[in-house]
């Protein structure tokens, strides 16, 4: 398996969820036993020994993969969720995104300053989501916080947005937004 043919494996869908988007749909290339298993196997491989403690997943593609992830490197899984949809008490924050506003949600007592925190998402765009997930869990005060997205959309500029704020992340693969 190599990335073009993980690429080649993602579908495009104009103009979703509004008009003017190019929504990258990888539930075409979750389907295929190989790609799930690339896209799986490639984030364990760059996380397995950093000592994570938690795998947060942002709602909702981000629940795909990292439960996975956090089974195979002996981790928990935390989910990250939109507004009323976890039923103990929470820390919130509110974000920009693409295409408008945001909230999400994490339980207040999910996490500990011992924990040493992967967040995953599939797809980085703006990065308003990723830096809104960072900003829950920093509230958290975890020990350490590593972040990582499938795909980055390059020409979207998240990868500096989020640097310009102290955050790094890897990204398994970019596509052009045009593609």
Known sequence: MTVEEVKKAIRNVPDFP????????????????????WMK??????????GITQVVGIESRGFILAPAVAMEIGAGFV???????LPGETLKVLYDKEYGKDTIEI???????????????????????????VELVRK???????????IELEGL??????????VEIECLFGIEVEE
């Open 79 to 85: 989910p990250i969720r939109k507004p009323n949809k």
């Open 107 to 133: 339980h207040k007592d999910a996490l500990t300053p011992e924990d040493v925190v992967l967040i995953h998402d599939d797809i980085l765009a703006t990065g308003g989501s990723m830096y809104a997930a």
């Open 41 to 50: 196997d490639e984030i364990v491989r760059r996380y397995k020994d950093l």
């Open 140 to 150: 958290a005060g975890v020990k350490k916080i590593y972040t990582n997205c499938l």
């Open 157 to 166: 500029n998240g990868k500096q947005f989020l640097a310009d704020r102290g």
């Open 18 to 37: 509004i008009k003017g988007i190019q929504f990258k749909d990888i539930t075409t290339a979750l389907a295929r036993h190989d790609c799930l298993c």
